[in-house]
């Protein structure tokens, strides 16, 4: 075998999908390289995804699902066989179970209200866990509170990983719904989701998976997991805002009241009444974001084409190497589980430096990071902080840039270090 | 980088920062107000003695936040000591963003005004005598 091959096989470059992505070229404030590292938040979107979103608007564009004419007929093709894309990048067993939604957020909301209404009364219980996005928060708590339901969490460990054990007293005959997030966003923490969704089947529960931070990151095969429910958005991977995906099991789809009402959504509308329209469309009322689904289509594609399996190794190594060159910055914290047992978010703290300054500080250097509670407040009050710095990686991030990132943050504790005090 | 005045970690704020002033209890404090940016979770409040005429005999603040925020409440907590609540109530945001002095993007002067929308809800916010609330 000649060595090229080996080598090609070994090592992952992202200098072949940098090129592609044309605000990875931009510089900040003047002369220095953007180092783009809050991808958890949202990622950046390749040539292919953009070209894709012109492309239907000045060939392809029309209503869809209701024209006679050759544009409605061209949108409509685009916009169903996106569908099967997604279908088909999540394992799932028919187009039917592929809903468009606005995002992780309207998804969940979506099973909360339409699953959750129908399914849940006074005293049952919902699992959820102490890591979860406020997306993955409230609209059960909204739930609970429309119903009587009751609200348990699974602990997490003082390392950030989620206490299985505590699965045999929290889930029982009450438990209706586990949800739970597959990556959290701020910890990176890898929960076992096939074992946590088994468990919750095991006593008659359904489960759902916050797949906003997962999907994009490693294999999803919604069959293996065996999950009932699963909601992704599509601007964290590579596609436009305001699309997401929520996989449904077909039959607790078409059990489930329809959610919004409106165009789409019907099959007959008299005056006085309605009855609703087949799967998927029962759940996309009104006017869908065409383009969106489109274009989250050709992120698919892209995405197929790197290979989610590269993508995961290699963010592995930046965020074993961010473990180290962080380990090496006096007063940084890192908090969640070891590289090993984590996808690629490294949130951190800093002594005597405020996460805000940190990340105000770092934008100086070109170096895009968060810094908040990351809408995880419930998260943070648990580890007793306020606010953390989180660096998050895609697969387009080189180890360069995580040795920028090490190298900024020594040289950001000078401006907080000892000074001559100035007259007040 | 910035010129001189307008950058943000200078000395000045960096000092009060690092050394607040007033940053503590109020004793027999008789007004208090607490306010976060639910944003970011800065969180500052304040607790002031007025008296009869309307003085703030003394300004207290605490808080968690960053640099910005925690330094303008010190800022603030200083220029304020001592003065009558009158002079609060004409003193404006754009007065306080210069009070500052940096020159801040809009999502940090959301930072540095926070401070100052504690202290002009607080001077209308007495501290509950006990047993009023319970009444009628």
């Not at chain 1, 996106?82 to 099973?111: D, M, P, Y």
């Not at chain 1, 206490?163 to 966003?185: M, R």
């Not at chain 2, 409440?73 to 210069?98: C, N, P, Q, Y």
Request: charged share 25%; glycine share 8%; hydrophobic share 40%.
């Amino acid at each position: 075998m000649p060595p090229g091959i080996l080598r090609s096989v070994m090592s992952f470059d992202p200098e072949n999908y940098r090129k592609d992505f044309p605000i990875l070229g931009r510089v900040i404030h003047g002369d220095r390289p953007l180092v783009y590292l809050d991808n958890a938040a949202s990622t950046q979107r390749p040539r292919q995804v953009l070209e894709s979103i012109v492309d239907t608007y000045e060939n392809h564009y029309a209503n869809v699902h209701r024209g006679i004419h050759q544009l409605a007929q061209d949108a409509d093709d685009r916009y169903e066989a996106a569908r099967e894309k997604v279908r088909a990048f999540l394992g799932a067993a028919a187009l039917e179970e592929i809903i468009f939604t606005s995002g992780t957020t309207g998804g969940i909301n979506l099973v909360a209200r339409c699953w959750g209404d129908a399914n849940l009364r006074e005293g049952d219980e919902i699992l959820l866990t102490e890591m979860e996005h406020h997306s993955n928060l409230v609209p059960w708590q909204q739930l609970a509170a429309r119903t009587g339901a009751v609200l348990r969490h699974i602990p997490l460990t003082d390392d950030g990983r989620l206490q299985l054990d505590a699965l045999e007293e929290l889930l029982g005959k009450k438990t209706k719904i586990v949800a739970f997030a597959a990556v959290s966003n701020v910890l990176g923490t890898i929960a076992p989701a096939k074992e946590i969704i088994r468990r919750a089947h095991e006593v008659g529960a359904v489960a759902l998976v916050d797949g906003a931070q997962s999907v994009p990151h490693q294999k999803t095969d919604v069959a293996e997991l065996d999950c009932d429910f699963l909601a992704l958005s599509g601007h964290k991977m590579l596609g436009p805002t305001g699309i997401g995906v929520l996989y449904g099991k077909r039959e607790l789809l078409a059990a489930m009241p329809p959610f919004l009402g409106g165009g789409s959504m019907i099959k007959e509308v008299h005056l006085d009444h309605f009855s609703p329209g087949e799967l998927p469309g029962k759940f996309e009322a009104g006017t869908p974001p065409i383009v969106p689904a489109i274009a989250l289509g050709a992120a698919i594609d892209y995405l197929a084409g790197v290979g989610l399996e590269a993508i995961q190794r290699h963010e592995r190594q930046l965020t074993i190497r961010a473990h180290e060159v962080l380990g090496r910055v006096a007063g940084v914290r890192i908090w969640g589980p070891a590289p090993e047992r984590k996808a690629g978010i490294v949130s951190f703290t800093m002594d005597r430096i405020h996460a805000h300054d940190v990340a105000q500080l770092l934008d100086r250097q070109g170096i895009a990071v968060r810094a908040g509670h990351h809408c995880a407040m419930p998260l943070h009050a648990r580890f007793g902080v306020s606010a953390t710095v989180r660096a998050s990686f895609y697969f387009y991030n080189t180890l360069e840039e995580v040795e920028k990132l090490g190298e900024a943050l020594e040289q950001l504790k000078d401006v907080f270090r000892p000074r001559k005090k100035v007259a007040k | 980088m910035a010129a001189p005045g307008e950058e943000l970690y200078q000395d000045r704020i960096l000092d009060h920062y690092e050394e607040p002033y007033h940053r503590g209890d109020c004793p027999d404090c008789t007004h208090v107000h607490k306010d976060a940016n639910p944003l970011c979770g800065d969180v500052i409040r304040m607790e002031l003695r007025i008296d009869d005429r309307g003085t703030m005999k003394e300004i207290y603040f605490k808080g968690d936040g960053c640099c910005i925020s925690q330094a303008a409440a010190s800022m603030l907590v200083e220029k304020f000591d001592g003065r009558h609540i009158d002079e609060v109530k004409k003193f404006t945001a754009e007065d306080m963003l210069e009070l500052f002095g940096a020159r801040l993007t809009p999502n940090r002067q959301k930072c540095c005004l926070l401070s100052w929308r504690v202290l002009q809800a607080a001077i209308f916010s007495p501290v509950e005598v006990k047993g009023i609330g319970d009444r009628g």
